[in-house]
């Protein structure tokens, strides 16, 4: 019937003639109808309440009372608080002062880990840089593969001493921590400037696998340990970010997959939850598609605007 | 007899409950005013008969009685042919790998195609998932050639080789790819020039929103899916977008993902997924 939130407002509004305070009945019709949008999107149901009561004081004020079109200031100011959220403190990539710069790469299965990894070390070799790859998922079939395929591609060197899970090496050998830390030595000693990690996907509830995730971090003492998080997500984004962010810590969100058409609300979600700002966004397949974060774009994304 | 015992707070934990699970805003909607009805109607007195009812809508809901079986049993002298599709990342290929393991163990003869030739490492891992189960892969060494080739060319090496079944593994494409979604409809008419497609599994990622319908909603027009894989359940993701998804396109779920390994794959069973839902 009514496709976007602003149709659904203005529907909401229509009796009203914008004229004196708004009551308590406009005020939770509004919310029901930004609550729903917001769920619909996959924000998260905690943050969403957090959300709408915020809203909902806002809402109160004059500046809705006295508009010409209450529907269309409610979404603005909705807009504006998602923006405010998504938004706040935005910055870019950690380098170290002594280089190489470590950042690694964290998630959950299929997240887009692996193809972050060459799309990142191509982006900054293309900003002058000498990225290296380092290949410490050696439990997904042919992970380290995959990274050294991404490598070729961006025609950045991948250190991978071990083959990991192959059709030749079916058991796992090596060991992610000794090989991230022996990438960071070596990347030391060729001159690469920056060193980063890419490790395997996994799930939150997994203390065996995080504690792993932990000891890699103590290992190579990364300036950033950037949290890649597939945009498609639901209500358990909270859940997950919260896992990797009490197991691991991280300090900068990706949310990959941004060229499909899910909404995205876990965005909201993350930021809301770990205050951990989104620094990019992983658009597609190829090496290239690969962007610095818009909280502008997102929060219409959002809002389906 | 009234409804007086059952608060505002049960039902908005029952909501809450639902909305958590990534059943959707309609779904959830629909279930707690089914609820209330049935209290208004049966005179229920407590949260506990309350959370009763909504198990057994909810079992309700998501239907046992729907077929789930999957075909991998030769016909008219061929083998069973199946494909597996699904947007980026959500374990198909190891799903593939799985469902080798059980037929293999079940004594039939089954054959890999790999028809995922544009992911870096992709025939790799599926061969390597062939090794792991005990199946042949077929597959080609050149970097993005041609899926529907590959899929032609592993359903003709199962044919002479009589197999049971070919298992397609495609490449993950987003739903909102038309190039892509075309390119999968080709792959499956390229096969049918063979064979019939007996089954089209749908993978889908139990971590996934609302999402997942519009997913299962164009992969069904594309290539017309007969069951879905429900994968990485053995997180805190439960997955409800599946109800909506069997409800609104009819298409049962009939594997649930239970982890990385390769006896991780059981077959769905609604009252365990409600159970898990709810909990
Ligand atoms: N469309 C699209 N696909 C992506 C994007 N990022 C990654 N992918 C695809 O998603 C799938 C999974 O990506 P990977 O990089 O292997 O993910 P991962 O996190 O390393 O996975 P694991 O190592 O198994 O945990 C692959 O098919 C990628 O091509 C993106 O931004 N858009
Ligand atoms: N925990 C868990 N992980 C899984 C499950 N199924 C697959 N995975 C993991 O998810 C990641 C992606 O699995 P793949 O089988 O490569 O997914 P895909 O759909 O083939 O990916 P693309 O071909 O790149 O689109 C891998 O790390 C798998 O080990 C599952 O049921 N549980
Ligand atoms: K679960
Ligand atoms: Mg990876
Ligand atoms: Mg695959």
Redesign the pocket.
Known sequence: MFNSLSDRLAATFKNLKGKGRLSEADIDATAREIRRALLDADVAVPVVREFIGHIKERALGEEVSQALNPGQQVVKIVNEELVAILGGETRRLNLAKNPPTVIMLVG???AGKTTLAGKLSKHLKEQGHTPMLVAADL???N?VKQLQVNGERAGVPVYAPHPGVSSEFEDPTGDPVQVARNGVAEAKAKYNDIVIVDT????GM?AELMQQAANIRAAVQPDEVLFVLDAMIGQDAVATAQAFNEGVGFTGVVLSKLDGDARGGAALSVRSVTGKPVMFASTGENLADFEVFHPDRMASRILDM | LSTDNITDDVWDEVEETLLLADLGTEPTMELVDNLRERVTVEGSRDSQQVKAMLHEELVKMVDPSMDRRLDASRKDGRPAVMM?V?????????????IGRVLVAEDRHVVFGAA?TF?AA?AE??ATWGARVGVDTVRSHEDGADPASVAFEAVKTGIDQEADVVIV?????LQNKANLMDELGKIKRVIEKQAAVDEVLL?L??TTGQNGLAQAKVFAEVVNITGIAL?????TAKGGIVVAIQRELGVPVKL?????GPD??APFNAEGFVDALLD
């Open positions: 959950l299965q299929g439990q997904r079939p992970a395997a996907g996994r799930l997994d | 597996v699904g947007v980026n990342g959500v374990g198909k290929t190891t799903t593939v790998g799985k995922d992911r992709a891992q599926l593994d495609t490449a993950g494409r993978v990622d139990a994968t990485k359940l053995d997180g649930v993902g239970l982890g990385e991780d794959l």
